[in-house]
Protein backbone atom coordinates (compact mmCIF):
# COMPACT_ATOMS: atom_id res chain seq x y z
CA UNK A 1 0.00 0.00 0.00
CA UNK A 2 1.83 3.38 -1.28
CA UNK A 3 0.25 6.66 0.19
CA UNK A 4 -0.21 9.85 -1.45
CA UNK A 5 1.40 12.84 -0.43
CA UNK A 6 -2.30 14.17 0.94
CA UNK A 7 -2.37 11.02 3.30
CA UNK A 8 1.54 11.78 4.79
CA UNK A 9 2.50 14.40 6.48
CA UNK A 10 5.27 15.92 5.54
CA UNK A 11 7.92 14.11 7.32
CA UNK A 12 6.05 10.66 5.70
CA UNK A 13 3.92 9.45 8.79
CA UNK A 14 0.59 8.45 7.83
CA UNK A 15 -1.80 11.56 8.22
CA UNK A 16 -3.57 10.10 10.89
CA UNK A 17 -0.30 10.40 13.16
CA UNK A 18 0.02 14.12 11.85
CA UNK A 19 -0.05 14.73 15.83
CA UNK A 20 3.59 12.91 15.88
CA UNK A 21 4.90 15.49 13.26
CA UNK A 22 6.81 17.72 15.90
CA UNK A 23 9.02 14.56 16.38
CA UNK A 24 9.93 13.86 13.32
CA UNK A 25 13.68 14.26 14.28
CA UNK A 26 13.50 11.24 15.93
CA UNK A 27 12.86 9.56 13.07
CA UNK A 28 15.92 7.86 12.94
CA UNK A 29 17.10 4.78 10.81
CA UNK A 30 19.69 2.94 13.51
CA UNK A 31 19.97 2.28 17.63
CA UNK A 32 23.07 4.63 17.41
CA UNK A 33 21.70 7.37 15.64
CA UNK A 34 18.88 7.39 18.22
CA UNK A 35 21.01 6.38 21.25
CA UNK A 36 23.07 9.65 20.28
CA UNK A 37 20.09 11.50 19.68
CA UNK A 38 18.80 10.54 23.13
CA UNK A 39 22.15 11.93 24.50
CA UNK A 40 21.73 15.18 22.86
CA UNK A 41 17.98 15.85 23.86
CA UNK A 42 16.98 17.58 26.92
CA UNK A 43 14.83 15.97 29.19
CA UNK A 44 11.86 18.56 28.05
CA UNK A 45 12.78 16.98 24.32
CA UNK A 46 12.27 13.57 25.75
CA UNK A 47 9.21 14.01 27.99
CA UNK A 48 7.31 15.73 25.63
CA UNK A 49 8.00 12.79 22.45
CA UNK A 50 7.04 10.61 25.77
CA UNK A 51 3.88 12.38 26.50
CA UNK A 52 2.56 12.14 23.14
CA UNK A 53 3.31 8.81 21.55
CA UNK A 54 2.74 6.61 24.63
CA UNK A 55 -1.28 7.11 24.50
CA UNK A 56 -0.87 7.22 20.75
CA UNK A 57 1.52 3.40 20.75
CA UNK A 58 -1.50 1.41 20.88
CA UNK A 59 -2.71 3.34 17.25
CA UNK A 60 1.12 3.19 16.43
CA UNK A 61 0.93 -0.39 16.76
CA UNK A 62 -2.43 -1.69 15.32
CA UNK A 63 -1.25 0.85 12.45
CA UNK A 64 2.19 -1.11 11.70
CA UNK A 65 0.38 -4.60 12.44
CA UNK A 66 -1.71 -4.40 9.69
CA UNK A 67 1.33 -4.90 7.21
CA UNK A 68 4.09 -7.92 7.04
CA UNK A 69 7.22 -6.88 9.13
CA UNK A 70 8.97 -7.44 6.07
CA UNK A 71 7.21 -5.41 3.83
CA UNK A 72 6.79 -2.45 5.74
CA UNK A 73 5.48 0.81 3.43
CA UNK A 74 7.60 3.77 4.02
CA UNK A 75 5.43 5.25 5.59
CA UNK A 76 4.38 2.70 8.60
CA UNK A 77 8.46 2.25 9.22
CA UNK A 78 9.00 5.72 9.22
CA UNK A 79 6.27 5.03 12.44
CA UNK A 80 7.90 2.05 13.73
CA UNK A 81 11.19 4.08 13.84
CA UNK A 82 9.28 6.64 15.62
CA UNK A 83 8.32 4.13 18.24
CA UNK A 84 11.75 2.99 18.28
CA UNK A 85 13.02 6.27 19.74
CA UNK A 86 10.05 6.48 22.09
CA UNK A 87 11.91 2.95 23.73
CA UNK A 88 14.91 4.94 23.33
CA UNK A 89 13.62 7.65 25.43
CA UNK A 90 11.55 5.73 27.81
CA UNK A 91 13.46 4.60 30.27
CA UNK A 92 15.22 7.62 30.98
CA UNK A 93 11.94 9.59 31.35
CA UNK A 94 10.36 7.02 33.82
CA UNK A 95 13.64 5.95 35.81
CA UNK A 96 16.61 7.89 35.09
CA UNK A 97 15.30 11.56 34.75
CA UNK A 98 18.31 12.37 32.45
CA UNK A 99 19.48 11.10 29.49
CA UNK A 100 22.18 9.29 30.24
CA UNK A 101 22.32 5.87 32.18
CA UNK A 102 22.95 6.71 35.92
CA UNK A 103 26.77 6.41 37.16
CA UNK A 104 27.98 4.93 33.70
CA UNK A 105 30.77 7.36 33.37
CA UNK A 106 31.87 7.88 29.64
CA UNK A 107 30.82 4.26 28.86
CA UNK A 108 28.88 4.14 25.50
CA UNK A 109 26.47 1.44 23.71
CA UNK A 110 27.11 1.13 20.09
CA UNK A 111 25.04 -1.55 18.21
CA UNK A 112 27.37 -3.60 16.52
CA UNK A 113 24.30 -5.35 14.38
CA UNK A 114 21.05 -3.79 14.06
CA UNK A 115 18.14 -6.03 14.15
CA UNK A 116 16.73 -7.57 10.57
CA UNK A 117 13.26 -5.93 11.03
Same mark, same amino acid.
Given at each position: ???????????? %? =? &??? *????? /????? #?????? !??????????????????????? %? =? &??? *????? /????? #?????? !???????????????????????? =???? *?????????? #??
Amino acid at each position: MTLTSDQMTASG %L =P &AEF *ADLEP /FAAWI #LETQDA !RYAHRLASSMDEMQALYDTMMPR %L =P &AVI *AYCDQ /FPIDD #LPDAAH !RLMLLAYSLIQASFPVEAWKQARV =PDSG *AAAISCIREP #LV
